[in-house]
Structure formats: structure tokens, C-alpha cells
């Protein structure tokens, strides 16, 4: 019999080193390993060119191989935090890059909205869970997202991140927290200009997203929600809708 063939990766994009501009482990150098291909799609997703179909043709399904070669190339041999996100990752066969990575002497994180759960998110080192509010457009179905949980089994840190546009998503945002009360929650102003698919550089209303931020911190302080960290995409004030970085 033969080998099985090792399974290929759907790539949309690998960059950095960058900083990591949001949520528990921002400002920390990264490189990003962006998959292609979303089981959701939400309203104001800032990832178009990893989600829509129509852009598949820019992704490229690759091995660990050809992948970690990127990932060095980057990093000049020198072992940083990796970020995995999309996209959704968790729906690629990502395991066999996070233990080569680890041999290695590099940290994962991975960012994923909660909705397939894998084995391998238990040999991660930060499992950032980003469920959607509903100014995303998508249900929370909370089976799944407990299903990530309890295969993740407390190995990995992990933190929930959660956007907010607007009361409706603040409230959300409060009853995911509630449900898990042992995990740190960042809230994360939403960008509600992000950038079409096939732009690289759209125009951003940055002044309106800090009036989101002032809008949520006023919010949180005034709620008493005193274990609630918020953050803006520090990517996002840095650079505005630019790709690859
Ligand atoms: C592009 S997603 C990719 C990973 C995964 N699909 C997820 O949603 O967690 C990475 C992060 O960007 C956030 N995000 C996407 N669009 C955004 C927007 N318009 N404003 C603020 N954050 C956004 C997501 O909520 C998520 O936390
Ligand atoms: N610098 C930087 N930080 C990020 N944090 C999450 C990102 C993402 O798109 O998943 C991202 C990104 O694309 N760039
Ligand atoms: S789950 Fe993440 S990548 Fe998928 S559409 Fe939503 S924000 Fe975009
Ligand atoms: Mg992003």
C-alpha cells in the first residue's frame, strides 16, 4: 500500500512580521498564515479575499513543506509566534504544521469564529474564539463552539474576542462573556468600512471607528463590566485596510 498522501493546506496569503494588532496578544511580532475558504460569511468581514469563492483562484492549496519555507523565509530562521487565521483555518488539516512548527521552537495562535471544532486545537498555545454578534449576519450555533472547548481541553491559553457595532451586539457580547466566565473576553470596536476583496488599500473612516471605541468603552464603564478588555484593531489605526500586514 501506499503512503497516504499528506493532506495540502488551502492558502490565501502568508505574511510578516508584523505585530499582532488585536485582541490577547496584541503588539506581540507575528507572522500570519492566512487559509482560504469560511463556513460563514459575515456582513462586514475585512477578509473578503480569504472567504469569497470568487477569489478562490487566489488561493493555493499547500504542503507543511512549502509552507514552512515561507514561514522561515519571513522569519529569518528565528522562532516567533505564528497566528493562523483566514478565513476559517480550522477547517484545514493544520495539525502537522503545528507540531513541525514546535519542533522548531515557534508558538501557534489560532483565530476562529467557533464553529468547527478540531483535535489538534489542544496543541496550540493561544486559541483566540471569535464568535459573530448579530450585526455579522450569522447564528452562534454554542454546540459547536463548546465542542471547540472541550477539544482544545484547557492546553492552550484562550481568550474570546468579540466585535461590537452597535447595543444589539453589545448585549450579545455580554451573554457570551456570561457563558464562559472563566475565559479573559476582549471587545473589539467594528471597522464599518472595510475593504472590498479585490482592494488592497480601501479608504477607511478611521474617525468613526475611534467613535465606536469611545461609544463602547463608555459602555463598559458604565455597566460596571470590569473584566472586559477593549481594543481597538491597532493594525487597523496603524495601516487602515492595507493587505499583508
Ligand atoms: C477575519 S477573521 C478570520 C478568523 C475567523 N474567521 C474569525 O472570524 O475569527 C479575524 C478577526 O477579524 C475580526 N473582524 C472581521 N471583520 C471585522 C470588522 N469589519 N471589524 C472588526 N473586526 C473584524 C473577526 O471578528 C475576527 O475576530
Ligand atoms: N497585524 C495584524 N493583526 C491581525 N490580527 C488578526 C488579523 C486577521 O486578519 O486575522 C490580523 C492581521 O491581518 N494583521
Ligand atoms: S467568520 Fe471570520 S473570515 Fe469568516 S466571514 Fe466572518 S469574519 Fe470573515
Ligand atoms: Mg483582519
Known amino acids: 500500500m501506499s503512503e497516504v498522501r499528506e493532506a495540502r493546506i488551502r492558502i490565501s496569503e502568508i505574511f510578516g512580521p508584523t505585530i499582532q494588532g ?3 496578544l496584541i503588539g506581540l511580532p507575528t507572522i500570519f498564515v492566512r487559509t482560504g475558504g469560511c463556513d460563514y460569511r459575515c456582513s462586514w468581514c475585512d477578509t473578503l479575499h480569504a472567504v469569497d469563492s470568487d477569489y478562490r483562484d ?3 492549496p499547500m504542503s507543511v513543506d512549502e509552507i514552512w519555507q515561507d ?3 519571513l522569519s ?9 487565521s483566514g478565513g476559517n483555518p480550522a477547517i484545514q488539516p493544520l495539525g502537522l504544521l503545528i507540531a513541525r512548527g514546535h519542533g522548531e521552537g ?3 495562535a489560532l483565530e476562529t469564529q467557533g464553529s468547527v471544532a478540531k483535535d489538534w486545537f489542544a496543541d496550540l498555545d493561544t486559541l ?8 455579522s ?5 454554542w454546540a459547536a463552539f463548546d465542542d471547540c472547548l472541550r477539544l482544545a481541553a484547557d492546553k492552550p491559553q484562550i481568550a474570546l474576542k468579540i466585535v461590537v457595532f452597535d447595543d444589539r451586539d453589545y448585549a450579545y457580547a455580554r451573554e457570551a462573556a456570561a457563558r464562559y466566565p472563566h475565559l479573559p473576553v476582549y471587545l473589539q470596536p467594528g471597522n464599518h468600512t472595510p475593504p472590498p476583496p479585490d482592494a488592497d488599500d480601501a479608504t477607511i473612516d478611521i474617525d468613526g471607528i475611534m467613535d465606536r471605541m469611545l461609544w463602547l468603552v463608555d459602555k463598559v464603564m458604565a455597566d460596571g463590566w470590569f473584566e472586559a ?7 487597523v489605526l496603524l495601516w487602515g485596510n492595507k493587505r499583508g500586514v
Open 22 to 24: 488585536e485582541g490577547i
Open 58 to 60: 487566489q488561493w493555493r
Open 71 to 73: 514561514v522561515t523565509k
Open 76 to 84: 529569518g530562521g528565528k522562532p516567533l509566534t505564528v497566528s493562523l
Open 106 to 108: 515557534y508558538s501557534f
Open 128 to 135: 483566540v474564539l471569535s464568535p459573530k454578534p448579530p450585526s
Open 137 to 141: 449576519g450569522m447564528v452562534t450555533d
Open 229 to 235: 478588555r477593549v481594543l481597538p484593531q491597532l493594525h
